[in-house]
């Protein structure tokens, strides 16, 4: 994964850009460097409803998401097809950098990251902005976000030109993801946390060996009442 130099950035506004292509860049950990193309037919078995709330039980307590197809259609499609099959229970929280994001969506199963990591999706049109409480998939460029996903715990406006399209937002227990542990940092080279690549290939066991503070969903499920 590779990051802007911002060393060879001259000026406040040109900082300014290259930190935002940065933080753009580490908003995707994923290894494939190229767009998927082909998901798995359990992605497209049903139309979610125009408005679904996601309840997730995790080791701090529960929050809910409500998502918005109108937001972001294809995001919200693939989110619910992803919760659906159960790829986010057991997940961790492998990136939580306070006053920015708390990121998920490794699949705790490496043959699962592999089966979906294939699994991609069309971009959305930016139609809401990344305020504080919505989730977002991450990416790193056109055509490659697949199951990773991103709660702002702040708002992270210069995020919208960057093409991250929020396709829900936590309504109920926003201070539980505000308490997901952080202390180990941002993931490499800003931080010493956990590396992605890692987390897809060996799942779980990497973690649990090396982060084993982390915090992680339980069990991830449609709201029947949505």
Known sequence: MQTANLQTVAGPGRARAALVAAFGLLLYGCSSPEPAKK????????????????AFDTSKGPFTVEVTRAWAPHGADHFHALVKT?????????RVVRNYVAQFGIGA???MNRLWSSAGIP??????????GTITFAMRGPGTRTTQVFINLKDNLALDKE???????VVEGMDVVESLYN???????RGSGPDPKLIET???????SRFPRLDFIKKAFINPAS
Not at 123 to 132: A, C, I, L, S
């Open 109 to 111: 199963d490496a043959s």
């Open 86 to 94: 159960g790829f986010y229970d057991g997940a961790r929280f492998y």
């Open 39 to 54: 998901a798995p037919a359990k992605a497209a078995d049903e139309r979610p409803p125009e408005v679904y709330r996601v």
């Open 202 to 208: 060996q799942g779980n066991s990497y973690l649990e």
């Open 123 to 132: 971009d959305d049109p930016v139609k809401e902005k990344n305020r504080k």
């Open 163 to 169: 093409g991250f399209a929020p396709f829900g937002k």
């Open 183 to 189: 202390s180990y940092g941002d993931m490499a080279p």
